[in-house]
């Protein structure tokens, strides 16, 4: 009697047993899906997945969770994604900042090779800004203050990210005379520009879109490589004549052994809701640019600013 | 703009954002009141919600789930001495010692009251003054951030209790705890010893279920005599009574005031408007000496300063589009989400929406009163549980609220490393309020330190010759030394007058 | 000659400061790595960590030293590194050890297991409990609230590795 109890429930429990792992990989995805967000809420990076989750949302049978784990210039969200499980419900929401600059100047225990694409959203140039009352209208102005004895204040969002490693090439190709003073976080650079604490900061453009829009600052250059429609009369680096041409990328992305049929499953939802109407108006909204990429292509375009970025920091 | 006014209140009272309010304060109560899970948790996990509504009925769920988990955070700190959130630390030093005289019922009442009232008066500034305000704050930079953070660095001093050199040694420490993580200004990692989960720093909130939750538990379990009840709760004393803030009302506005020119200052935060308000308090008390072991006057100032933080950190958000704090930041995320773009446009285009704002943090501070109320009768019997059920039950919400902060269980390594620091400084009288203020300033402090000497390439001279921190300098000076000087001056005036009777004695025995 | 036990008695606490104090700041060079100063003004990311061990170490020395000579002059400090009331540092131990041992097993026997097993401990160590409390209360933390956390907050524990 009691031998076929016990029979009848290792049955049972095997059978659950093989069912379930069977289930997690037939029809994926059948649980929601985390994506980590390396920065705190309410940020840009922050509001751009979010937004993007909502969107994939549409394409995808499970809810999408958006979770926070700042800290350490995102590093620890980063690593975090990099050792997660490869099985697709676990995904990397990132800016470059992170992934391509961070780790040439800090030890970290990932690297870029540790994660595959899904897709790149969108992406925006570096810039530099200053208050509309300062000496300097143009770029030229400011490039003319070579060989002069005026020190520069200049601040950014962070030691090692894409704006102070741009002002850093800027400052030091023009040989202007500078002080860096790093923020923590670009809203704390903004606000010191305004309130006269330093004389330029270097972001992206979206982030002082307030600033420039009450009259207070003006943008004197952007690192994308042509001139940009949202930002008219805006010259870029490079026609002015400096090789200064860098972007700061938004890409979702997951671990690096995840299953193709997986990845292709997410690739197509999320590619499907960053060329959606509603991701691109938002886009435009924070002044980013739209480029919708998908995984292999974003894979590539992160390996070679990793290299460029790394050439550039270890000089 | 009066029918931008009109407009904000017909929206505000639309019975779908009325249910808005109450739940959002419901939740943030809940939030605020468990340690580990703190208000700004509370707020990212609302804020996909709003994205489906409109951008009015998604401001009123935030706001009323800010201003609740604000004040929620006192609930924890006074019943079991563990701060729901930071901005309740100041709370925890005079509402825990009133649990333990079975006082808590009255000393949540208080910090109600305190927290509403200084809510309401924080939504007002942002109504006249948000404009305002905002230029001023932009006045602070790093050097005159420095001068604040290290005023409220040497409050230490003032709550040090008996020993000095023990409070400084605690505050060290504290100051050296801060220091872990990756260097503010040149990005190199300190004292990680090779761990990557350090990198990160040490996270404030486990440190602190740490040092005051896990801490009192193991004390706790220590006393031989753990029989009975935590402390006899005084029954009779079951209904709210609203005057009895009214003594403290000049502390109320005090610190309200203090909460909002903080909170206008993008970067500072709740915790040191409470710290401060708590330090003038006690300054100016008639008695002084009750602050640190059941003053109620302590609770007011510093819930009231934390909970004027909450719609003040919304100024220069709303105004120059630069979050005050992170839960200003995640309001951000919602209005930008909804493509609208803060700034001063914000207020000429969408003035009706601005006006939405202000009267809906109005409208939260009401209905956490309300709420408020009923909720306390509850709260306050789980003191009444006995020990052996309750001590359990909180030693696992710290642990999953440890847990949730890095979804792994190296916040609750901290956690328990920092029990057993806390347990030895209970035991050798090490007081741990200097080292919750080191803690929660101490990379404030020297973040703007040094970026100030950069910009003055290393010269000094830079904090005095600036009209704000040569202020705050002398302010700093005054309050520090001026009740030492003071107390001197009393005992010499004591023993001159004792002098002076005892010669006119003697003189009159001679003359006889 | 008085003993060394009499000098240092009631500076437990400031031994272990001073010591700590002292291994951080022999650490600092190793565990802080520079590049450079800030701009022109000197101060890099060791200057506060040394500021800040500096101080403790004399504080630290400071407290030591004049609680020696308190102790010589025959004046007893009762407040000093002394428990007044009758403590079961056993029972403190038993609980820390229970806590330790939650966090070494979690991630091989999940959430529900070992909570279970930590709850029902740590009532074992207060006392004063009936058997049907200890069984109820382990059974409440562990298993509806792992549910709850999971469904409502989307905050998941571990189920332990052991069980796939």
């Known amino acids: 009697m009691y031998e076929k109890l016990m029979i009848a429930s290792i049955a049972t429990a095997a059978t659950i047993a093989a069912v379930s792992m069977a289930s997690s990989q037939a029809n994926f995805p059948n649980k929601p899906i985390t994506v980590i967000v390396p920065y705190g809420a309410g940020g840009g990076t922050d509001t751009t997945g979010r937004f993007l989750a909502k969107e994939a949302e549409k394409h995808l049978s499970q809810p999408i969770a958006v979770i926070n784990r700042s800290g350490a210039s995102g590093t620890v969200g980063t690593a975090e994604a990099a050792a997660a499980a490869p099985d697709g419900y676990t995904l990397y929401f990132g800016a470059s900042d992170a992934l391509i600059t961070t780790p040439h100047s800090l030890k970290v225990p990932y690297s870029v090779d540790d994660f595959r694409g899904i897709v790149g959203v969108s992406y925006a140039p570096s810039s530099i800004a200053v208050r509309t009352d300062s000496p300097w209208e143009t770029l030229e102005d400011l490039l003319a203050e070579k060989d002069t004895d005026t020190v520069i204040d200049r601040g950014h969002s962070g030691v090692g990210g894409v704006h102070h490693t741009l002002l850093k090439t800027l400052f030091l190709e023009t040989g202007i005379k500078f002080r860096d003073i790093p923020f923590q976080g670009g809203s704390k650079a903004i606000a010191a520009l305004r309130g006269g604490h330093v004389d330029l900061i270097g972001g992206t453009p979206g982030a002082m879109l307030a600033s420039v829009d009450a009259g207070e600052t003006r943008i004197l250059a952007l690192s994308s490589p042509e001139p940009l429609d949202a930002f008219p009369g805006v010259p870029t680096f490079k026609e002015k004549g400096l090789d200064i041409v860098a972007t700061v990328e938004w890409y979702l992305l997951a671990p690096n052994d995840t299953p193709d049929e997986v990845v292709a499953i997410l690739e197509e939802a999320f590619l499907k809701a960053a060329s959606s109407d509603e991701f691109k108006a938002f886009t435009v909204t924070r002044k980013q640019e739209s480029l919708v990429r998908n995984g292999e292509e974003i894979m590539a375009k992160l390996r070679s600013d990793s290299e460029f970025f790394g050439e550039i920091i270890n000089k | ?140 930079g790093p050097t005159e951030r420095f001068a604040l953070t290290f005023f409220g660095l040497t409050i230490i001093s003032r709550v040090s209790g008996n020993s000095l050199t023990k409070g400084l040694i605690s505050a060290l420490f504290g100051l050296l705890i801060a220091t872990v993580g990756v260097d503010p200004i040149m990005g190199v990692p300190r004292f990680s010893f090779n761990t990557f989960y350090l990198y990160g720093g040490v996270g404030m909130i486990e440190v602190f279920i740490g040092i005051f ?36 009302y000049w502390t109320v506005i005090k610190s309200s005031v203090i909460g909002i020119v903080i909170g206008v200052i993008p970067g500072t935060g709740g915790s040191i408007a409470s710290f401060i308000a708590y330090d003038e308090a006690k300054r100016s008390s008639k008695e002084p000496d009750n602050f640190g072991k059941g003053s109620l006057e302590g609770i007011a100032a510093s819930e009231s300063a934390n909970n004027g933080v909450t719609a003040a950190t919304l100024i220069p958000t709303l105004t120059l589009g630069i979050p005050g704090n992170t839960v200003a930041a995640i309001f951000l995320g919602a209005l930008l989400i909804h493509g609208l773009t803060p700034g001063p446009q914000l207020f000429e285009n969408q003035g009706g929406l601005m006006y939405t704002i202000m009267i809906s943090f109005i409208l939260a501070n009401v209905a956490m009163y309300i709420q408020g109320r009923f909720a306390l009768k509850s709260f306050d019997k789980i003191i009444n549980i006995p020990p052996g059920i309750l001590l359990p039950i909180i030693l696992t919400m710290c642990l999953i609220g440890a847990y949730t902060i890095s979804n792994s269980l190296n916040s609750v390594i901290v956690a328990l490393v920092f029990g057993c620091v806390g347990y030895a400084m209970i035991k050798f009288e090490y007081p741990t309020a200097p080292m919750v203020i080191a803690i929660i300033l101490g990379g404030m402090v020297e973040e703007s330190m040094r970026q100030s000497l950069i910009l003055s390439d290393g010269s000094a001279m830079i904090f005095l010759t600036r009209p704000i921190p040569l202020v705050f300098f002398i302010l700093t000076v005054f309050v520090t030394f001026f009740p030492v000087v003071i107390q001197q001056w009393r005992k010499w005036r004591k023993t001159a007058v004792t002098r002076n009777l005892k010669s006119f004695r003697e003189n009159s025995k001679d003359s006889e | 000659m008085p003993g060394l036990g009499l000098i240092l008695r009631g500076s437990t606490s400031s031994i272990v400061t001073l010591l700590v104090g002292l291994f951080v700041f022999l650490s600092i060079r190793d565990q802080i790595v520079v590049f450079s100063n800030d701009g022109l003004s000197g101060v890099s990311a060791r200057t506060l960590p040394y500021l800040i061990t500096s101080a403790i170490i004399l504080l630290s020395l400071l407290k030591i030293v004049s609680n020696a000579i308190g102790n010589l002059k025959g004046e007893t400090d009762s407040l000093e590194d002394g428990p007044k009331e009758a403590t079961s540092y056993l029972r403190v131990l038993l609980a820390f050890s229970a806590i330790a041992l939650w966090i070494i097993i979690l991630p091989y026997l999940g959430y529900e297991i070992s909570t279970m097993m930590l709850v029902a401990s740590v009532m074992i160590i207060i006392g004063n409990c009936r058997w049907w409390q200890i069984v109820t209360l382990s059974l409440i933390l562990s298993i509806p609230v792992k549910h709850l956390l999971a469904n409502v907050f989307r905050v998941y524990l571990p189920s332990g590795s052991v069980f796939g």
Request: with cysteine; glycine share 8%.
């Open chain 2, 213 to 248: 939750a896990v801490a009192e538990i193991f004390n706790q379990i220590g006393k031989r005599a753990v029989a009975g009840v935590l402390s006899k709760d005084d029954s009779r004393r079951k209904i709210i009574r609203w005057n009895a803030i009214v003594p403290h």
């Open chain 2, 1 to 140: 703009m009066l029918e931008n006014i009109l407009y904000a209140i017909s929206v505000v009272f639309l019975w779908q954002n009325i249910v808005l309010i109450l739940l959002g304060t419901a939740i943030g109560m809940v939030f605020g009141a468990l340690p580990g899970l703190t208000v700004t948790l509370a707020v990212t996990l609302v804020l996909p919600f709003t994205f489906d509504l409109s951008p009015e009925s998604g401001i009123v769920l935030l706001t009323g789930v800010y201003c609740a988990g604000t004040y929620a955070g006192s609930i924890s700190a006074i019943l079991i001495n563990t701060p729901g959130t930071p901005s309740s630390v100041a709370t925890a030093w005079d509402g825990f010692p009133l649990t333990r005289k079975g006082r808590s019922f009255e000393a949540l009442s208080v910090a109600l009251h305190a927290s509403v009232l200084g809510g309401l008066i924080s939504a007002v500034a942002l109504i006249f003054f948000a404009p305002m305000l905002a230029k001023a704050a932009l006045a602070f």
